[in-house]
């Protein structure tokens, strides 16, 4: 696992490895650090659609998603 601050966010990344497709998938977790405090605080995506060959692409994968996420870039999805 990896994470790191985006704004009033922490972003983790973390991988499975899926043994039937011999790829890596990736798993964001969001955590609100601030903000209201009646809101969840955390959100995690463990489906993502992505396989990648190696874990590293996996995770990286989920910082570009999540720092997306925590700017307010993705549309039609909020934390």
């Known amino acids: 696992m990896a ?12 991988a499975r490895y899926v043994p039937d497709a011999g790829k890596w998938q ?12 009646e ?3 955390s959100q995690t ?7 990648f060959d190696v874990e590293t692409d996996a ?4 910082f570009t998603k999540g ?4 700017r307010g870039e993705v549309i039609g999805l909020t934390i």
Do not use: W
């Open 67 to 70: 720092k997306a996420l925590a």
């Open 45 to 51: 995506f463990n489906y993502l659609p992505a396989l």
């Open 39 to 41: 809101a969840s605080n």
């Open 59 to 62: 995770l990286l994968y989920c």
């Open 26 to 37: 990736p798993i964001l977790c969001m955590m609100r650090l601030r903000g209201d405090p």
């Open 3 to 14: 994470e790191t601050e985006v704004g009033e966010y922490v972003v983790q990344a973390h």
